[in-house]
């Protein structure tokens, strides 16, 4: 998934982009998030969210879906500094200025892309990817693709997918051996077929 949005250059912009430079060595709990639509991925950032808050930090999320309200509170959160953006699937990483000179690298903020799914499918702009970008890969082997077919990305590393607290206390639930599911299969897995949804459940798979 590609994203690109030219921004024009305004007086604020510009003034905003030399406060960070000038404050880029200064410790900083800022972080911008976005968004994506995506209700998996959206869970996701709120969880960022909700450890980063517990942290200290003060976080702003960006909306794609009201982008003209989002990039004028970006840039009035940015005048106090920003620590580092986090993106999921690319979404946000590619926004431009007029130019074509990406926003990330003017306003000289590390970004985070976390990858959700296959880096094959991010061909389009994994190939731009932004000088100040770290790629999150959810599986090690992944990363290794990474390094392998697109060079523009400096660094790749394997961030595991962490758990959620669960709802039932550790010492409440069932031991393994007495789980009647022998495999969990988690995921936004799309079956649109009613005939493939009998077949898999004849064959004693509940979905």
Same mark, same amino acid.
């Given at each position: 998934?590609?994203?690109? &949005?030219?921004?024009?250059?305004?007086?604020?912009?510009?003034?905003?982009?030399?406060?960070?430079? #000038?404050?880029?060595? &200064?410790?900083?709990?800022?972080?911008?998030?976005?968004?994506?639509?995506?209700?998996?991925?959206?869970?996701?950032?709120?969880?960022?969210?909700?450890? $980063?808050?517990?942290?200290?930090?003060?976080?702003?999320?960006?909306?794609?879906?009201?982008?003209?309200?989002?990039?004028?509170?970006? $840039?009035?959160?940015?005048?106090?500094?920003?620590?580092?953006?986090?993106?999921?699937?690319?979404?946000?990483?590619?926004?431009?200025?007029?130019?074509?000179?990406?926003? /990330?690298?003017? %306003?000289?903020?590390?970004?985070?892309?976390? %990858?959700? !799914?296959?880096?094959?499918?991010?061909?389009?702009?994994? !190939?731009?990817?932004? #000088?100040?970008?770290?790629?999150?890969?959810? !599986?090690?082997?992944?990363?290794?693709?990474?390094?392998?077919?697109?060079?523009?990305?400096?660094?790749?590393?394997?961030?595991?997918?962490?758990?959620?607290?669960?709802?039932?206390?550790?010492?409440? %639930?069932? %031991? /393994?051996?007495?789980?009647?599911?022998?495999?969990?299969?988690?995921?936004?897995?799309?079956?649109?077929?009613?005939?493939?949804?009998?077949?898999?459940?004849?064959?004693?798979?509940?979905?």
């Amino acid at each position: 998934m590609f994203h690109t &949005t030219n921004l024009p250059y305004t007086t604020s912009v510009l003034a905003c982009i030399n406060q960070l430079r #000038q404050k880029k060595n &200064t410790p900083l709990k800022r972080i911008v998030l976005y968004q994506t639509g995506n209700y998996i991925l959206d869970y996701i950032a709120d969880q960022f969210a909700h450890f $980063f808050t517990e942290k200290g930090c003060d976080i702003f999320f960006f909306d794609p879906a009201d982008f003209s309200n989002s990039c004028a509170q970006l $840039f009035v959160f940015a005048r106090e500094g920003i620590d580092r953006v986090y993106f999921f699937n690319n979404v946000g990483l590619h926004q431009c200025f007029s130019d074509t000179s990406n926003l /990330w690298e003017r %306003l000289c903020v590390p970004c985070y892309d976390f %990858l959700v !799914d296959h880096p094959m499918y991010y061909a389009d702009s994994l !190939d731009r990817t932004p #000088q100040n970008t770290t790629v999150l890969c959810a !599986d090690a082997t992944q990363v290794a693709y990474v390094n392998r077919f697109y060079p523009s990305v400096k660094t790749a590393v394997f961030l595991p997918t962490g758990g959620h607290t669960p709802i039932t206390p550790y010492e409440n %639930l069932p %031991l /393994w051996n007495t789980r009647p599911i022998e495999v969990l299969f988690i995921g936004s897995y799309k079956c649109n077929h009613t005939k493939n949804k009998i077949q898999i459940l004849e064959e004693g798979v509940l979905v």
